[in-house]
């Protein structure tokens, strides 16, 4: 039986979708089982003003078979909480995959996996893979994206991941296949 790794996505008023857009269209696209959690599982209303559904809250998702935990920037006082703490910590210690963008980076700050490691924190990259743990820049989104992706070997071979960045990233139009 094979059984099939999530990705965790975490929701709460005002987060900014953008930042996460691309890297949930990857998942998405490779088959990904996506859970979105907010803290108390309800709907959330996101920077943008679009509505979003959690699947459940937080405390809910068995994270026994859990790949990657995704935090999204906005306003992160709506999540400041031990919760969301305590599970960054635990799945650092297991080598989780766990992405923070914009203000989602200090949200994995608070809850102390950046102490040790490069991050966006402490580094003038806009983009910052070490170890474990991404962290980026609101503006870095293709990058974060795309590093989240490669962490995560989302890519088919290392064509599909120059042709990802080119598209995605230089905003090269796909080539047409010919027969």
Request: glycine share 6%; with cysteine.
């Amino acid at each position: 039986m094979v059984i099939k790794m999530k990705d965790v996505v975490l929701l709460y008023d005002n987060c900014c979708i953008f930042e996460i857009v691309i890297l949930n269209y990857f998942l998405n696209a490779t088959g990904s089982k996506l859970i979105f959690c907010s803290s108390h599982g309800k709907t959330v209303r996101a920077t943008e003003g679009y509505s979003l559904n959690a699947d459940m809250p937080i405390e809910d998702v068995d994270w026994t078979d859990v790949r990657s935990f995704i935090v999204p920037g906005g306003e992160t006082a709506n999540i400041d909480d031990a919760v969301v703490t305590d599970i960054i910590g635990k799945l650092h210690q297991r080598n989780v995959l766990i992405a923070g963008i914009c203000a989602g980076v200090d949200v994995l700050d608070k809850a102390g996996i950046l102490k040790d490691i490069r991050s966006t924190v402490r580094a003038e990259e806009d983009c910052v893979r070490d170890g474990n743990v991404i962290t980026a820049r609101a503006n870095a989104y293709v990058d974060f994206a795309i590093e989240a992706a490669k962490a995560l070997d989302l890519f088919e071979d290392e064509t599909d991941l120059q042709e990802t960045i080119s598209f995605w990233k230089y905003h090269q139009r796909a080539e047409e296949e010919t027969d």
